[in-house]
């Protein structure tokens, strides 16, 4: 419930720069209402003045004038006819909305490998055989034992992975299981965890 007669933030109009306050914002506002340049130029000058004393901090930056004008420039919304002692051209990039990032319309084949695993196939597709390829067939089918352990709420099949292996290197990587050791020490499942920590309580 707002009061008669008290000024609410939210009733205002939106500050450009909020680390100036409102006051400075006025003093803009009242500079380009002036008559003559010569007054607007003055007044701007002045303001610039204030603007720096407020964060002395930034004298120290070799760009804390083109800071500064820039600043009220933007503040001015550029309808402050001066000569300003900087070019502001730039400033007006700085009010630009960035454009929105288009989002990647590429879709894995199968959801529970992910993107990254998928960029591993692509790898592998490229690679001549030997023992590099060898070593990233090895973290990739093991990724993948993660991965679907993961959706599968614990449960892998290694013929799945060797088959789906093959399936998105054209072919190129195939996985002999009788001599592939999967590195299973961190891919325990869920169940078998629990029972093994049942066991050792009813041992105790």
């Known amino acids: 419930m707002n009061i008669s007669g008290l000024d609410y933030n939210t009733q205002r109009e939106r500050l450009v720069l909020p680390e100036y306050g409102r006051e400075v914002q ?31 901090q930034t004298r120290e930056n070799a760009d804390s004038k083109q800071k500064l004008w820039d600043h009220l420039a933007i503040m001015s919304g550029f309808k402050l006819d001066i000569d300003y002692p900087v070019d502001i051209t730039e400033a007006k990039n700085i009010m630009k909305k960035p454009q929105p990032m288009g989002y990647p319309k590429e879709k894995n084949p199968v959801k529970h490998y992910g993107s990254m695993v998928f960029e591993l196939f692509e790898k592998l597709k490229a690679m001549q055989p030997g023992p590099e390829r ?12 993660r991965n679907l352990m993961q959706w599968s709420h614990g449960s892998s099949d290694d013929e799945k992975i060797a088959s789906d292996l093959a399936r998105f290197t054209d072919g190129k990587i195939q996985l002999d299981l009788d001599t592939f050791k999967f590195s299973v020490g961190s891919m325990k499942e869920p169940g078998e965890k629990r029972r093994k920590r049942n066991d050792r309580q009813q041992i105790r």
């Open 26 to 56: 006025k003093m803009v506002d009242y500079a380009i209402a002036l008559p003559t340049k010569a007054e607007r130029q003055r007044c701007a000058e002045t303001i610039v003045s204030i603007m720096e004393r407020m964060f002395p």
């Open 134 to 145: 060898d070593e990233l067939t090895r973290l990739t089918a093991n990724q993948m034992k």
